[in-house]
């Protein structure tokens, strides 16, 4: 059964504040009759499947948009060439979300490695002036 443009009122107002009273009153809810009115709609099945629905598609584009967001992020820092902790971490992040570390098998490599202390030491590379090279 579909909602009445009252109820669909209940129900975006609700979701704006999470107020059912106020989201009763101003759906054109009576002041005496809001408090009631709005318990009620909560436990209607169409009223819930409505709340739920909206909150999915929502949260659905919020989380995608985030994912890209995120993804961004990554990349940034793994172009990093100065924080390299960082970007291991981000190569982990990538591979994680990804699945890649499924898709090629090392899924117990990398929990074995996560549950241990691992050590990474990057020595500075001589510059091409400090080990004689011109260029010619």
């Given at each position: 059964?579909?909602?009445?443009?009252?109820?669909?009122?209940?129900?975006?107002?609700?979701?704006?504040?999470?107020?059912?009273?106020?989201?009763?009153?101003?759906?054109?809810?009576?002041?005496?009759?809001?408090?009631?009115?709005?318990?009620?709609?909560?436990?209607?099945?169409?009223?819930?499947?409505?709340?739920?629905?909206?909150?999915?598609?929502?949260?659905?584009?919020?989380?995608?948009?985030?994912?890209?967001?995120?993804?961004?992020?990554?990349?940034?820092?793994?172009?990093?060439?100065?924080?390299?902790?960082?970007?291991?971490?981000?190569?982990?992040?990538?591979?994680?979300?990804?699945?890649?570390?499924?898709?090629?098998?090392?899924?117990?490599?990398?929990?074995?490695?996560?549950?241990?202390?691992?050590?990474?030491?990057f020595n500075e590379v001589p510059s091409r002036k400090e080990l004689g090279e011109t260029d010619e």
């Amino acid at each position: 059964m579909a909602l009445t443009s009252k109820q669909e009122a209940f129900c975006l107002a609700y979701l704006l504040n999470r107020d059912a009273k106020a989201a009763a009153l101003g759906a054109g809810y009576s002041e005496n009759y809001a408090a009631k009115k709005a318990y009620a709609l909560l436990q209607k099945e169409e009223v819930k499947s409505f709340i739920e629905e909206a909150e999915r598609e929502y949260f659905s584009g919020r989380f995608a948009k985030l994912a890209i967001k995120s993804m961004n992020t990554l990349e940034e820092i793994l172009d990093d060439p100065y924080d390299s902790r960082s970007r291991l971490a981000a190569i982990k992040e990538i591979f994680t979300y990804y699945g890649l570390e499924r898709k090629l098998g090392i899924v117990s490599e990398a929990e074995e490695v996560s549950s241990q202390n691992v050590h990474i030491v990057f020595n500075e590379v001589p510059s091409r002036k400090e080990l004689g090279e011109t260029d010619e």
